[in-house]
C-alpha cells in the first residue's frame, strides 16, 4: 500500500522557491519515520532536520520540485501548488494521500474536489487533507523536512552572493533591510525576488520617493 505525505516551505516568502515536496513509503512505517525523526520541521532544529534528512532517505523516496519566482510572479500560486501537487499524484500512484492542509479548513472540500478533477479517472485514491498535517502524520513531517531544507540550503546559496537576506519572509526584519536597501539602488530585482508581492512593490515605489 503506497503511501504518501505533502509538504511544502516558503510560500509566504517574498524570497526564493516555493518548495514542494512529497515522501513516499510502499506500506505503512509511521514508528520506523518517527524514529528517524519525521516531524513538523519547523519545530526541528537545523542540526537534528540534517540529521533526519538522512535517516528518513533509507526509509521511503523523497520527491522535491521547486516553484521558481518568474513561475509565481507569472502565475496564481494557488493554482500552482494544486498542480505541482497533482503532478505528484500522477506520478507516484499511491493508494493514499496525506497533505498538509493549504488553506483554511472550510476551503478544503473545495480543494480536494479541484484535484480529484485533475486526476485521472482510474486513480483511486483516498486524500487526506487537514491542518498541520506534517505534526499528525510522520510520512507528512518526513515532506516537511525534505522541503524546509531543500528550501533553506537555496537560500543559503543565494545569501552567499547576495546576503544577508534573512529567512525571505516579509515580517523577518533583516529580509527587510536587504529589500529595502536594494530597492534604494533602483537596479532591477534579482531572479529570486517575487516581484509582485505587495511589499515588493511597495518597497520599490518608496525608494522612488
Not at 1 to 18: P, Y
Not at 119 to 136: H, M, S, W
Not at 138 to 150: C, M, Q, Y
Request: proline share 7%.
Amino acid at each position: 500500500m503506497r503511501i504518501m505525505g505533502i509538504d511544502e516551505a516558503g510560500r509566504g516568502c517574498v524570497l526564493g522557491d516555493l518548495v514542494i515536496s512529497a515522501f513516499v513509503v510502499e506500506s505503512p512505517c509511521d514508528v520506523a519515520l518517527r524514529e528517524a525523526g519525521a516531524d513538523d520541521s519547523k519545530k526541528l532544529s537545523k542540526k537534528r532536520r540534517a540529521a533526519a534528512r538522512e535517516a528518513l532517505g533509507a526509509l521511503g523516496a523523497p520527491d522535491v520540485r521547486r516553484v521558481t519566482p518568474a513561475q509565481i510572479d507569472a502565475g496564481n500560486l494557488n493554482q500552482l501548488e494544486e498542480a505541482t501537487i497533482v503532478d505528484l499524484i500522477r506520478h507516484w500512484r499511491p493508494a493514499h494521500v496525506f497533505i498538509d492542509a493549504l488553506g483554511h479548513p472550510k476551503t478544503l472540500p473545495a480543494l480536494e474536489r479541484r484535484l480529484r478533477a485533475q486526476l485521472p479517472a482510474d486513480l483511486q485514491v483516498e486524500l487526506t487533507i487537514e491542518p498541520k498535517a506534517d505534526g499528525t502524520y510522520p510520512v507528512v513531517g518526513a515532506a516537511s523536512i525534505f522541503a524546509k531544507t531543500t528550501r533553506d540550503d537555496a537560500l543559503t546559496a543565494i545569501d552567499a552572493e547576495h546576503g544577508p537576506l534573512g529567512s525571505g519572509y516579509p515580517s523577518d526584519p533583516k529580509t527587510r533591510r536587504w529589500l529595502q536597501a536594494h530597492a534604494a539602488t533602483g537596479a532591477p530585482w534579482p531572479d529570486f525576488v517575487r516581484t509582485r508581492w505587495q511589499t515588493v512593490q511597495d518597497l520599490a515605489q518608496a525608494a522612488l520617493l
